[in-house]
Structures are given as structure tokens and as C-alpha cells.
């Protein structure tokens, strides 16, 4: 079912307030989306990487052209959607898809039964002269702060990937509800980013970012996402040592980690057995 921005906003503010994390999980596939609600999630977000992801491939896949994104994130709606219950799920968007009419496509989602939106695939993962050319032929994060204010005038609930303080000042200026701090690709398990940054750098950039959206809008709510934020036992650590950031999202940390160990152990274990 799906929900408006304050019933979102309300649930968000009471699992602070009560001393709890937000934790929103990234779902490639329905039984993800499932079992994530079934643990208590607060959010779902469903995107293209989240597909490749759980195919086994990097989500890197995501920003490279093994698919329309956008008619992806549609497509996974009809997994998804069905079989959450009682959590808000958010589409994946990329903003800068120069073939979509942005205000038709945000409507079309929102009637499908999605609740918000994040950006991505995003351009904060690009750097280098590939970005800078992005950015001068009119497909850079500009466009996805626009498709975020746009779809905040909507009355669809935000939650912005952010990579750096300008970008947090100018989600918060367009009425992002949550800035979702990215710090990299997440590091653990088989397909994981090979580099990233430590706990300590990912922590204090983490801080900053929320430092510039709080100097906009001091209510704005903060998570963090990626990195060496991968675990439980990090992020527990790491929320301990950020004041003001509320929370945590998690992809690979939510469905592909947890399945690769299980999948293997579970075939390991089978493996053990011996004949009569």
C-alpha cells in the first residue's frame, strides 16, 4: 500500500524518537522485499541495481547501459509491490534519463502504488572527466536535485543519496525528507567494492554532509549508506559516534551478504552428509 509523505515522516519521527534506528533496505527481488518488512524494515527501495545485484553482479551494473533504468524500477513493481504489506516502498530514479518527461514518469509511479523516490541510478558515483562531461551536456546531478524537488512538490516522500556537502545543502534546499550520506559501495562479501574508505573517513564525511543539510534545514533527517558501513556490528559502532545521523540503509548489506552466506552454508551443510 502505499503512503503520503507525512504518514512517512510520522513512522520515521516515532522510531527516533523512541531511540531506534531508521533502517531502510534496498530489495532486488520480491522474497528481499518480503522478509525485509517481515524484519521490521522502515523503508524499501527498489532500483535497477538491486536486480543485477542479486544476479550476481556488481552493482555498478547499475550505471552502465545493460538496461533502461527507469523501465526496470517499473517492471520490479509488479514483484514488489504486491507483497509488502504495511512499508512504504520508494522508487529508484534516474534523473538524468534525457527520454523521460519527468513529471509524467514521477505521476506514472505514484499511481503504480510507489511512495517516494531516491536517485539512482546517480552521477555521485562518477568522477573524473567521464563526470565533468556529464555534467557540461546537461545529464549531471543537477538534473537529480530536480527530479527530487519536483517530486517533493508532488507529495512523494525523498530520500536522496548525497556524496558531498554542496550536494546535501541542495537537497535540503529542495525539500529532501531524508539525505541518505553515501560513502561508496558497500566493501563485504564477493562482488564488494575492492576500495573504500575506513570507518574513521567514511564517519567523518558521514558528519559533514549532515553538518551542511542541518545548516539548511536543522529538522532534516540523516542515514548513512555504503562503505564500511556493511554490518551490523560497524554501522552499530559508527551510529554511536554520529549525533544527528538517525540511521542506516543498506543494499548489499540487506539481501546480497545475508544470502551469499546462507546459500553457502546451507549447501555446505548438505555436502556433509554421508551415505548409509
Given at each position: 500500500?502505499?503512503?503520503?509523505?507525512?504518514?512517512?515522516?510520522?513512522?520515521?519521527?516515532?522510531?527516533?524518537?523512541?531511540?531506534?534506528?531508521?533502517?531502510?533496505?534496498?530489495?532486488?527481488?520480491?522474497?528481499?522485499?518480503?522478509?525485509?518488512?517481515?524484519?521490521?524494515?522502515?523503508?524499501?527501495?527498489?532500483?535497477?541495481?538491486?536486480?543485477?545485484?542479486?544476479?550476481?553482479?556488481?552493482?555498478?551494473?547499475?550505471?552502465?547501459?545493460?538496461?533502461?533504468?527507469?523501465?526496470?524500477?517499473?517492471?520490479?513493481?509488479?514483484?514488489?509491490?504486491?507483497?509488502?504489506?504495511?512499508?512504504?516502498?520508494?522508487?529508484?530514479?534516474?534523473?538524468?534519463?534525457?527520454?523521460?518527461?519527468?513529471?509524467?514518469?514521477?505521476?506514472?509511479?505514484?499511481?503504480?502504488?510507489?511512495?517516494?523516490?531516491?536517485?539512482?541510478?546517480?552521477?555521485?558515483?562518477?568522477?573524473?572527466?567521464?563526470?565533468?562531461?556529464?555534467?557540461?551536456?546537461?545529464?549531471?546531478?543537477?538534473k537529480e536535485i530536480a527530479m527530487i524537488k519536483l517530486a517533493h512538490e508532488m507529495d512523494l516522500f525523498t530520500s536522496p543519496y548525497v556524496f558531498d556537502e554542496d550536494q546535501a545543502k541542495a537537497m535540503a534546499e529542495v525539500g529532501a525528507d531524508i539525505l541518505v550520506a553515501h560513502v561508496g559501495l558497500t566493501t563485504s562479501g564477493?562482488?564488494?567494492?575492492?576500495?573504500?574508505?575506513?570507518?574513521?573517513?567514511?564517519?567523518?564525511?558521514?558528519?559533514?554532509?549532515?553538518?551542511?543539510?542541518?545548516?539548511?534545514?536543522?529538522?532534516?533527517?540523516?542515514?548513512?549508506?555504503?562503505?564500511?558501513?556493511?554490518?551490523?556490528?560497524?554501522?552499530?559502532?559508527?551510529?554511536?559516534?554520529?549525533?544527528?545521523?538517525?540511521?542506516?540503509?543498506?543494499?548489499?548489506?540487506?539481501?546480497?551478504?545475508?544470502?551469499?552466506?546462507?546459500?553457502?552454508?546451507?549447501?555446505?551443510?548438505?555436502?556433509?552428509?554421508?551415505?548409509?
Amino acid at each position: 500500500m502505499a503512503f503520503t509523505r507525512q504518514e512517512i515522516l510520522n513512522r520515521l519521527e516515532a522510531q527516533v524518537k523512541a531511540g531506534r534506528p531508521i533502517v531502510g533496505c534496498g530489495a532486488g527481488t520480491g522474497i528481499s522485499a518480503k522478509f525485509a518488512e517481515a524484519g521490521g524494515a522502515d523503508l524499501i527501495i527498489i532500483y535497477n541495481s538491486g536486480r543485477y545485484r542479486m544476479a550476481g553482479r556488481g552493482s555498478l551494473a547499475g550505471l552502465m547501459p545493460y538496461g533502461d533504468a527507469n523501465a526496470i524500477v517499473v517492471e520490479m513493481a509488479s514483484e514488489v509491490l504486491p507483497v509488502v504489506k504495511n512499508t512504504p516502498v520508494l522508487a529508484g530514479v534516474c534523473g538524468t534519463d534525457p527520454f523521460r518527461l519527468m513529471p509524467v514518469f514521477l505521476k506514472q509511479l505514484k499511481e503504480i502504488g510507489f511512495s517516494g523516490v531516491q536517485n539512482f541510478p546517480t552521477v555521485g558515483l562518477i568522477d573524473g572527466n567521464f563526470r565533468a562531461n556529464l555534467e557540461a551536456t546537461g545529464m549531471g546531478y543537477d538534473k537529480e536535485i530536480a527530479m527530487i524537488k519536483l517530486a517533493h512538490e508532488m507529495d512523494l516522500f525523498t530520500s536522496p543519496y548525497v556524496f558531498d556537502e554542496d550536494q546535501a545543502k541542495a537537497m535540503a534546499e529542495v525539500g529532501a525528507d531524508i539525505l541518505v550520506a553515501h560513502v561508496g559501495l558497500t566493501t563485504s562479501g564477493s562482488i564488494g567494492a575492492g576500495v573504500a574508505l575506513s570507518l574513521d573517513e567514511a564517519i567523518d564525511r558521514t558528519m559533514r554532509m549532515a553538518e551542511a543539510g542541518r545548516k539548511v534545514r536543522k529538522d532534516i533527517m540523516v542515514i548513512c549508506h555504503g562503505g564500511p558501513f556493511d554490518e551490523p556490528d560497524n554501522v552499530g559502532v559508527a551510529l554511536k559516534r554520529m549525533p544527528g545521523v538517525v540511521g542506516f540503509f543498506g543494499a548489499s548489506s540487506i539481501e546480497r551478504l545475508p544470502v551469499e552466506r546462507a546459500i553457502r552454508s546451507q549447501v555446505e551443510a548438505f555436502k556433509s552428509l554421508t551415505l548409509a
